[in-house]
C-alpha cells in the first residue's frame, strides 16, 4: 500500500531535506527579520493553518491533549527554535546544525532515566562520549574557520536547546493521540509563536522591526521557513514519533549537517576548519553507532 510502502520514506525525506536547509534560511532572514519574531511570526503562521485544516476535517481533541499540545510548543519551539535563532545571529548556520545534531544523545539520556525507559548499555556510553569530544572538538577549534567562531554562551544556548527539543520530542510521542497529528502540530506551534512574539515584545524587537526593511531573499526566507520547515517537516516529523522510535525519527540530526554546511559554503561563503570537520565526523559516527547498537539491541518496531 502507498501508506506503508512511501509514506515514511516520504517523511523520512522531508525531515532530512527540508530542515537541512531551514539553517541558511534562519541566517538569511535574520539579516532583516529579529530572531524570536521570524520564529514567532513562522510558528504562530503554520500553527493557525494547521488549526484550521484539523477543525475542517473534525480532527480536534480535548483540553487536556491541547495543554500538553501547548507544553510541548513551549520545549520546542522557545526552548529550540527560539533559542536557536537567538544564537544564530552570531553562530554559522553550519557549526550550529552539528550543534543540533546532539539531540539523539539526549534522547538516549532521557530514555535511560525515565521510568520504563531504555537504559543505553556501555557500547552506547562509549559512543555518547565519542560524539560529546566531536563537539568538544568543534567548538575548539582555532583558525578563521567556523569552528573558532563560537562563544561559551552560545555554546551553553545550542545544547541547551537541543535538549529541549528532545524532552519535546519524547513528550510528543507520549502524549499527541493517534490520527490527530496535524492538531497537536497547530496546537503546539501556535502556543510557541504566541511565546516568542510576547518575547519578542518583551526584548524590544517590535519597536525596532520595520517591515519595509525585510529583503525579498528575507521575506522568501520566512516562507521557506514557514510552509517548508514549519507545515510539512514538522507534522512529518510528528507523523515519525508516532510510527518509529524517538531516535529513529531524529536521524535527520545528522543529516541536515551536511546540507547546512554544503549550503553555507555555497550561499554564505562560511569556512569551516580541520578541527570542525573531525569533530562534525565523530559527532555522525557516535550518532550512527548509538542508532545502529539500539536496532542490533531492540529490533524496532
Not at 532515566?113 to 566531536?134: A, D, K
Not at 562563544?151 to 499527541?176: I, K, N, P, Q, Y
Request: aromatic residues 10%; hydrophobic residues 55%; charged residues 10%.
Amino acid at each position: 500500500m502507498w501508506t506503508s510502502n512511501l509514506a515514511v520514506p516520504a517523511a523520512f525525506a522531508a525531515t532530512y531535506l527540508v530542515w537541512g536547509g531551514t539553517y541558511l534560511a534562519v541566517t538569511v532572514a535574520l539579516d532583516s527579520i529579529p530572531p524570536f519574531l521570524l520564529m514567532g511570526s513562522r510558528s504562530i503562521a503554520g500553527g493557525g493553518l494547521l488549526l484550521v485544516a484539523a477543525w475542517s476535517a473534525n480532527r480536534t481533541f480535548d483540553g487536556r491533549t491541547a495543554a500538553r499540545a501547548a507544553a510541548c510548543g513551549l520545549l520546542l519551539f522557545v526552548g529550540c527554535h527560539g533559542t536557536l535563532a537567538y544564537a544564530q545571529q552570531r553562530v554559522p548556520s553550519g557549526l550550529a546544525a552539528v550543534l543540533l545534531a546532539t539531540i539523539p544523545f539526549w534522547l538516549a539520556l532521557i530514555g535511560a532515566v525515565l521510568p520504563g525507559g531504555h537504559r543505553p548499555e556501555w557500547r552506547q556510553f562509549v559512543m555518547l562520549g565519542l560524539g560529546l569530544t566531536g563537539v568538544a572538538l568543534i567548538v575548539m577549534g582555532e583558525g578563521k574557520g567556523a569552528a573558532g567562531a563560537i562563544g561559551t554562551m552560545d555554546l551553553g544556548l545550542l545544547l541547551a536547546s537541543a535538549l529541549s527539543w528532545a524532552v519535546g520530542s519524547v513528550l510528543t510521542e507520549r502524549w499527541s493521540p493517534p490520527d490527530r497529528e496535524i492538531a497537536f502540530s497547530g496546537h503546539a506551534l501556535l502556543s510557541g509563536g504566541l511565546m516568542l512574539v510576547a518575547m519578542s515584545i518583551g526584548f524590544g524587537e517590535l519597536g525596532r522591526f520595520d517591515i519595509s526593511h525585510v529583503s525579498g531573499i528575507g521575506a522568501g526566507a520566512w516562507l521557506y521557513l514557514t510552509l517548508a520547515g514549519t507545515i510539512l517537516a514538522f507534522v512529518s516529523y510528528i507523523w515519525l514519533l508516532k510510527r518509529v522510535p524517538a531516535p529513529l525519527a531524529a536521524t535527520y540530526t545528522f543529516v541536515n549537517p551536511v546540507i547546512a554546511l554544503l549550503l553555507g559554503w555555497m550561499v554564505l561563503g562560511e569556512t569551516f576548519g580541520v578541527a570542525m570537520m573531525i569533530g562534525a565526523l565523530l559527532v555522525v559516527v557516535s550518532i550512527g553507532g548509538l542508532l545502529y547498537s539500539r536496532a542490533a539491541a531492540k529490533p524496532a518496531r
